[in-house]
């Protein structure tokens, strides 16, 4: 299975990844969480790309496009592979697309998480995410039972810079000038599952399980 989870900041590509990720044990790439590595590691690219993220805005499509050419030519990604975070460009995915018919490989799916704005808001707001681990919790949904401390690792459990209000309507807008055109280019490709995010964390399995019954 090779598939793209597309989708405003705050849609929830990470946790129904996760729900793919366990019945189809298929390499979740996630830009996000591999920038946040290098930001972590203060390798050159994370100090590139740091200030970038911080602002809410996109990190250099050349910066991505050599990032994910490594990447997709890793062992893991050979079986399949779920994209989460990437591409968030035309010009990614037209890089996308070369990369993928260099490999012979093809896509089975896009999936289009709607969203509306003001629930991405409200999300992301209350979003937390522990420094170690990367566990995610919600203050409202899925707090951690202490306040500031990670449940599976100890580690402390914090607000991401960019997950403050401000940055998150900058992501909002850079969503939809930058990426939704992306809606068209995969519908005109035939790809696009739209699938709604409000759905439960299971709502993408369950259209990709439907879509594959009906194939
Ligand atoms: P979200 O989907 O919640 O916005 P991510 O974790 O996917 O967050 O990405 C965090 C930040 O990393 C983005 O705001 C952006 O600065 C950068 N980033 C991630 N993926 C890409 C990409 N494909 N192209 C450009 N920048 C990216
Ligand atoms: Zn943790």
């Known amino acids: 299975m090779r598939i793209i989870l597309l989708g405003a900041p705050g849609a ?20 996000g969480d591999m920038l946040r590595f290098h930001v972590k590691q203060e390798t050159e690219l994370g100090k590139n ?43 990614q995915a037209e890089a996308l697309d070369a990369m993928l018919s260099k490999l012979q490989l093809k896509l089975d799916a896009v999936v289009n998480l709607m969203i509306d704005d003001d629930t991405v808001v409200g999300r992301l ?34 607000q991401r810079d960019d997950d403050k209000e401000e940055v998150i309507r900058k992501r909002l807008s850079v969503f939809h000038e930058q990426t939704a055109p992306l809606i068209d280019y995969y ?27 009906n194939a």
Do not use: W
């Open 125 to 158: 707001t209350s979003r937390r995410v522990c420094r170690q681990c990367g566990e995610i919790y919600n203050t409202v949904l899925k707090p951690s039972s202490k306040e500031g401390v990670c449940d599976k690792c100890g580690g402390e459990v914090v």
């Open 187 to 213: 519908s005109n490709q035939g790809l696009l599952v739209a699938v709604d995010a409000t759905g439960g964390k299971d709502a993408v399995l369950k259209i990709l399980e439907q879509k594959k019954a």
């Open 49 to 91: 790309a740091k200030a970038y993220m911080d602002a809410g805005k996109l990190v250099p499509d050349d910066v991505i496009i050599a990032m994910m050419e490594h990447r997709l030519q890793e062992e893991d990604a050979k079986e399949g592979f779920m994209l989460d975070g990437f591409p968030r460009t035309i010009a």
């Open 12 to 31: 929830g590509k990470g946790t129904q990844a996760d729900s793919i990720k366990a019945k189809y044990p298929v390499a979740h790439i996630s830009t």
